[in-house]
């Protein structure tokens, strides 16, 4: 089994930062792909950003590039995300998720394992 735990959400003003991470235990190897995904109330859960092993692939929503960045320290077991200029309409659960394959993917039932989620919420 994989354990991912969440941490770093918050309340944050339009236009601030937050810095969300994600440890990872268990049955977890370094060569399996990391995603974060978000969900608002009464919406789908959705893609956000993933990150390839030697976090040399990065992959992200087009409603966040430009303004998260996704990282990981596989020596830690930690995955990042960075998020900057945040906007009300970011606001939702953010969850880590593991893909038990080496391929950055946008679909969540790509991913096999996933935490409690972190609740982001920022205002106007």
């Known amino acids: 089994q994989v354990q991912l735990v969440e941490s770093g959400g918050g309340l944050v003003q339009a236009g601030g930062s937050l810095r969300l991470s994600c440890a990872a235990s268990?049955?977890?190897?370094?060569?399996?792909?990391k995603g974060w995904f978000r969900q608002a109330p009464g919406r789908e859960r959705e893609f956000v950003a993933s990150?390839?092993?030697?976090?040399?692939?990065?992959d992200y929503a087009d409603s966040v590039k430009g303004r998260f960045t996704i990282s990981r320290d596989n020596a830690k077991k930690m995955v990042y995300l960075q998020m900057n200029s945040l906007k009300p309409e970011d606001t939702a659960v953010y969850y880590c998720?593991?893909?038990?394959?080496?391929?950055?993917?946008?679909?969540?039932?790509?991913?096999?394992?996933w935490g409690q989620g972190t609740q982001v919420t920022v205002s106007s």
């Open positions: 998720a593991e893909r038990r394959v080496a391929s950055t993917s946008r679909g969540k039932d790509e991913y096999e394992y």
């Open positions: 268990g049955r977890t190897l370094s060569i399996y792909t």
């Open positions: 990150i390839n092993w030697s976090g040399t692939n990065t």
